[in-house]
C-alpha cells in the first residue's frame, strides 16, 4: 500500500552500464535492472507479476542451462572417490623458483595462511624474487584485498633462500622453473636430497612430460604435476597431472592443497599441454590458419569477442607474451608432423622483436603502454605469408570465424576425452571456463558442443577435411558419439 519509490535515475544508468560492461552477453542482469526500475512506476502485486512472468521466461533459457550445469560442475568437483588415502602435511611448502609464475604461486599459499620456503639460484635472484612477491602484496593492499596486519603475517610466514636445505621440513615442493628438461630434473634432484622421503614433488610445466621429469629421482610415486594459470593468485584453476606411476597420495595432496587456495582442481592425464594448453594449441593453430587464407589478428578477435570471450586469441597472445607459445613451437619441431600444416605468421613476429604488449608491440601496439591499436604493417606481414604460401585470399565472416574456430577446439577436446587424458567432458568444461576464458554462460566447451549436437559437428568436420584432411580429421569419439546419437557428456571410456 506504500507509494512506488523514487528512482535514482543516476543509479539505474550505472548499473546498466557496469553490467554491459561486464556481462556484455547475459540475458539475465538486464532484465534484472528492468525489474528494479519497474518498481518505481507499478504497483507491488504488478511488479511481482511481472518478476515472476520473467524468471519463468529466462529459466528455460540455453543461459540459464548453462549457469546451472557450470553451478554444479564446479561444486561437484572433488577428489575420485578410489583416492581414500590422506594428503601429507602441506603448512609448510617449498617453491622453486620466483618469477612471475612463482612468485603468484608463493602469494596465494601465503595468503591461504601457509608457510613458504622460496629457492633461488643466487642472491640477484633473491632480490628479483621478492621484488616480484612485494608487487603482488601491494597491489592486494591497494586494492583493500588483505589488511596491513595481513600484510605483516605474510612476511613472517616468508623464507627466501638459495639453500636448499632451508625447505627440508618442508612435504610438499612445487617446482616453478623455466620451461627446461634439464632445469626442471636438476631441481628435482636437489629437492630429493634434502627434503623428507615421503615429501610430494610437484612441477609446474605447462607442458613437459611429467613422467620424464620424474625418472629424475629415485621414487617416482612422490612426483605430481600441479599446473597453475597465470596469474597464479588470481586464476581459479589448478590442473593437477597424474604420471604413470604418480603415487594416490600425491593426487590427494593436490587435491586438499586446491580446496586450502580455493581452486578449482580438475585431474589430468599426461600429454603435451594436458587439457587446456593442448585445446589452446589447436585453437591458436586454426586461428593461424584462417590468417594466412584471408583474415587478420583483429577481425579473429571481434568476432571471440562478439562469441562471448574477454578477449580474441591475438590480443591474448600479446598479453601473455608470443615468444612463449614461439619456444614451445620450437621444442615441438622436430616431432612435428611434416605433412600437417604450418603457419610460419606467427614464428616472423617472434623472429621482428614483435613480442606482445610486454614491448609495447605485438599483433597490436601499444604506445605508451596503454590500449591496443591496430597496427597496418600487421596485416602487411600477413598478407605477405600468403603470398609465400601461394594461397588465394578469401573472406571470412564473424559466425564463419566463430564456426571454424570452436570446432577446431570442439575436435581437439574430444580426442583428449577419448584418449582419457580428461577423465570426463564435465572437467574441459571446468578448464575451458576457468582457465581459458570460455564464457561461463554457454556452459563450457563440452556443453556447449552438445547443444551443437555430435551429428552436425561430426558433418562440419567433414566437409572442412576436404580441406585438409590431416587438421580437421574427425574425432573418433565425435564419430562414435554422431553414429550412436550420444551426447558427448554422456560418454565414458570403455
Known amino acids: 500500500h506504500r507509494d ?60 540459464a542451462k548453462a549457469l546451472r550445469h557450470m553451478f554444479f560442475a564446479e561444486r561437484a568437483n572433488r577428489q575420485p572417490r578410489h583416492i581414500t588415502c590422506d594428503p601429507v602435511d602441506i603448512s609448510t611448502v617449498a617453491v622453486v623458483g620466483g618469477g612471475t609464475m612463482g612468485a603468484g604461486i608463493t602469494y596465494a599459499l601465503l595468503n591461504a595462511g601457509l608457510s613458504v620456503v622460496l629457492l633461488e639460484t643466487d642472491n640477484e635472484g633473491v632480490d628479483r624474487a621478492r621484488i616480484n612477491i612485494d608487487k603482488i602484496i601491494q597491489a592486494s593492499l591497494d586494492r583493500g584485498l588483505i589488511s596491513a596486519e595481513k600484510e605483516q603475517k605474510i612476511h613472517g610466514c616468508l623464507t627466501i633462500s638459495t639453500d636448499y636445505n632451508a625447505a627440508r621440513h618442508a612435504n610438499l615442493a612445487i617446482e616453478a622453473a623455466f620451461e627446461s628438461m634439464d632445469v626442471k630434473k636438476s631441481i628435482f634432484q636437489s629437492l630429493e636430497a634434502v627434503l623428507p622421503s615421503s615429501a610430494v614433488l610437484a612441477t609446474n610445466t605447462s607442458y613437459l612430460d611429467v613422467n620424464e621429469i620424474a625418472k ?52 589430468a592425464g599426461v600429454c603435451d599441454g594436458f587439457i587446456g594448453n593442448r585445446i589452446l594449441q589447436r585453437y591458436r593453430e586454426a586461428a593461424d590458419g584462417l590468417l594466412l587464407d ?13 562469441f ?21 613451437r620450437q621444442r615441438q619441431a622436430p616431432t612435428r608432423d611434416p605433412n600437417r600444416r ?16 610486454k614491448v609495447s608491440v605485438g599483433w597490436y601496439r601499444y604506445p605508451g603502454g596503454n590500449g591496443k591499436v591496430i597496427d597496418p604493417l600487421v596485416e602487411d606481414l600477413v598478407r605477405e605469408e600468403s603470398h609465400f604460401a601461394k594461397v588465394t585470399r ?6 564463419d570465424i566463430q564456426h571454424r574456430l570452436l570446432l577446431a577446439m570442439i ?41 551443437i549436437g555430435a551429428q552436425k559437428i561430426f558433418s562440419d568436420l567433414q566437409a572442412l577435411a576436404k580441406e585438409d584432411p590431416i587438421v580437421w580429421k574427425p574425432s573418433a569419439l565425435i564419430k562414435e558419439c554422431a553414429e550412436t546419437n550420444t551426447n558427448l557428456s554422456d560418454w565414458s571410456k570403455p
Open 4 to 63: 512506488c519509490p523514487a528512482m535514482n535515475q543516476s543509479a539505474l544508468d550505472a548499473a546498466r552500464a557496469t553490467s554491459f560492461k561486464k556481462q556484455k552477453h547475459q540475458i539475465a542482469p538486464q532484465k534484472a535492472i528492468d525489474l528494479v526500475e519497474l518498481s518505481a512506476h507499478s504497483q507491488l502485486v504488478d511488479g511481482l507479476k511481472a518478476e515472476r512472468a520473467c524468471f519463468v521466461d529466462l529459466r528455460n533459457t540455453s543461459q
Open 216 to 267: 629424475a629421482i629415485k621414487d617416482t610415486s612422490r612426483v605430481v604435476g600441479l599446473h597453475f594459470f597465470a596469474p597464479a593468485h588470481i586464476m581459479k584453476l589448478l590442473e593437477i597431472v597424474k604420471g604413470h606411476t604418480t603415487s594416490d597420495q600425491a593426487i590427494a595432496t593436490g587435491f586438499a592443497m586446491a580446496k586450502t587456495l580455493g581452486k578449482i582442481p580438475v585431474l
Open 294 to 306: 584471408g583474415t587478420n589478428p583483429w577481425e579473429l578477435d571481434e568476432a571471440m569477442e562478439a
Open 308 to 328: 562471448g570471450y574477454a578477449m580474441g586469441p591475438y590480443e591474448a597472445q600479446d598479453l601473455s607474451g608470443l615468444d612463449i607459445a614461439y619456444a614451445n
Open 342 to 357: 604450418y603457419v610460419l605468421i606467427s614464428d616472423r613476429m617472434v623472429q621482428e622483436g614483435r613480442l606482445g604488449k
Open 394 to 399: 578469401q573472406e571470412f565472416s564473424d559466425s
Open 411 to 451: 575436435n581437439e577436446a574430444a580426442d583428449i576425452l577419448h584418449e582419457g587424458i580428461a577423465h570426463s567432458a564435465t572437467d574441459i568444461d571446468l578448464v575451458t571456463v576457468f582457465g581459458y576464458g570460455f564464457p561461463r554462460w554457454r556452459g563450457g566447451l563440452m556443453h556447449y558442443a552438445d547443444s
